[in-house]
């Protein structure tokens, strides 16, 4: 059964770095496209990166700042965040589309102090 494990999470300076990272298991690693979404407390949930094969989309808040990466050999995407800034402050989740399916990581927080 596909399992993605996100980490990376924690609490960090505003102007800081964090790298997020989802391990898949459980399932060949040949994601179609990968996604990272962010939810604040009582927000909606929003995309902040999504990438494709053929192209990469990430909204104004983040681009510049954020970029995700792919390690195929460790079956691991990552959301690289730098410059953060305390309205980053969020859950963080991957989703990825394998095969015909969607899987969803677990959340980690993000918590930026000013």
């Known amino acids: 059964q596909a399992q993605l494990t996100e980490s990376g999470g924690g609490l960090v300076q505003a102007g800081g770095t964090l790298r997020l990272s989802c391990t898949v298991s459980g399932i060949e690693f040949k994601p179609n496209s990968v996604g990272w979404y962010r939810q604040a407390p009582g927000k909606q949930r929003e995309l902040v990166a999504a990438v494709t094969r053929a192209a990469s989309y990430y909204p104004d808040s983040v681009k510049g700042r954020f970029a995700v990466y792919i390690d195929n050999a460790k079956n691991t995407v990552y959301l690289e965040m730098n410059n953060l800034k305390p309205e980053d402050t969020a859950v963080y989740y991957c989703?990825?589309?394998?095969?015909?399916?969607?899987?969803w990581g677990q959340g980690t927080q993000v918590t930026v102090s000013s």
């Open positions: 989703d990825l589309r394998i095969q015909d399916s969607e899987y």
